[in-house]
């Protein structure tokens, strides 16, 4: 005769657990997913806040075999071993952009749609993840930088706050112009460059620069500025290209510059 099966209430219960569990990971992420609808966080983010919940339950679904089920500490041992192993092959550079993301997200030294340049890379910010930003630069061209290198990287964020009504500042010092934009109200991009000149007659110079940018005026809805800063072999002026949509400098710059520079050829 066959021995009576002696049924183990310790599987049930870790069962119940396991039913719960993901009860709990359910409402976690149906929070997740109405936090996303309103708009509150980042897509990216709650991607991640994604990744993490269900890590979480796979730990507690691990640590309630331990409680309820008494797994041996060989057990838990080769189940820590194998979780390690999946944690060691994950690439450290992805680590550090994951983490470098969050950083990005929560100080927000850059936002979506601004001017930027990052290191060598000049363009509009067209989003922020938790790897990578990606930028439009001045060719049409879509940059993925690194995360970990936009942390490493000098940032200039050509956005700034100036008045529409501001036109020519070109008797005001540079300082005196830095403090006059960061006390006016209405947000545009405050794009800077440098260009030299031949070293021509100052004020023929002069009426060839106030010829293109009273013609780039209605472009960028804004005139053009320019600045000396330095003169060697050349003249060398620093140009301000203000626009209230930064993609109208990225479309414009390159055609700005040609028909400066037409003016000495």
Known sequence: MADPIIWDWDYLYFLIAVILIFILQRIVLSTIRKT???NSLPADLVNGLR???RFGVAL???YSAVIILEIGNDAV???S?????MVSFASIHTIQNFVSGFYIIITKPIKVNDFVKIGNSEGVVTEISLNYTTLLNFEGVIESIPNKKIIS???INYDKKVNPMVSQLERLSWTDKVMKTLDDDQEVTHYTFIWGAPLIDLKQMKAKFEKICKKYESVFGYLPEYIPYTINHRFEYTFILRAKDPITILKNKTNFLDDIAAQFH
């Open 36 to 38: 996303v609808e309103r």
């Open 51 to 53: 990744v993490f919940t």
């Open 60 to 62: 507690l679904i691990l």
């Open 77 to 79: 041992l080769s189940l």
């Open 81 to 85: 071993i194998f979780l390690g192993s």
């Open 153 to 155: 990287s000098i940032i």
